[in-house]
């Protein structure tokens, strides 16, 4: 748990840089929210292997983000 943690925290510092934490953790939230919605469509649509094209939009919208939503996207995508 120690390692998670420190991971964790290793991957929002590099993350930031220089932009400021407020800003970098509203695009971490509102990537995480881009990629529940994603996933609640992937659930309601139920067609038969359209998973990667829900991941994928998923990856994109919370990218689009910035750094934050990058670094969300990331974080939820190892944990599939």
Known sequence: ?????????????????????????GEAYDGARDM???????KEANYKNSDKYFHARGNYDAAQRGPGGVWAAEVIREDD
Not at 6 to 25: A, D, I, P, Y
Not at 36 to 42: E, I, K, L, Q, V
């Open 36 to 42: 529940w919605r994603a996933y609640s469509d992937m």
């Open 1 to 25: 748990m120690k390692l998670l943690t420190g991971l964790v925290f290793c991957s929002l510092v590099l993350g930031v840089n220089s932009r400021s934490w407020f800003s970098f953790l």
